[in-house]
């Protein structure tokens, strides 16, 4: 695929993801994808994950954990069949509602019009911080909403 077709696919990922249609994401992806960001306790959802399944395993513990309240990908790379983009979130950990920012970047690497590889990058401290905050009593989460 050429340059701009591969940066395509990435922004359809994107517009998939930020619409909840997690299994067209995965539709995206190469039946052996790699989904991989650094290991970090207490993310449940970092790590490695592989092949489509795994990928499906990764967007369930992120939506048992996180929710987002804002998610926008801002500047897309591409050079041959990779893609970086870098971007901003912001979120509330659903278990103790603390709230979340977070620069990241993603890398992907595409393979016949598919997802191959995902690599995230992210600041991962304000997610460990905001998992290991204590639970924010009824008056706080009114308006951490």
Sequence with gaps: MSTEANRQLARRGYDMFMKGDIEGVIGLCAEDVAWV??????????GSFHGKAEVGRFFQLM??????????????IADGDKVAVSGM????????????????????????GKIARFEQYNNS?????????PMLNNEDMAGAV
């Excluded at 939506?63 to 500047?75: A, G, K, M, V, W």
């Excluded at 401290?125 to 905050?133: G, P």
Aim: aromatic fraction near 14%; charged fraction near 25%; proline fraction near 5%.
């Design 37 to 46: 960001s650094p290991k970090t306790e207490p993310i449940s959802f970092s």
């Design 63 to 76: 939506s048992e954990t996180i929710e987002f309240e804002r998610f926008e990908p801002q500047c897309f």
């Design 89 to 112: 979130s912001r979120g509330k950990v659903l278990g103790n509602g603390a709230k979340f920012d977070d620069a990241w970047v993603h890398i992907f690497t595409m393979k016949n």
């Design 125 to 133: 401290a304000s997610y460990v911080a905001a998992l290991s905050a």
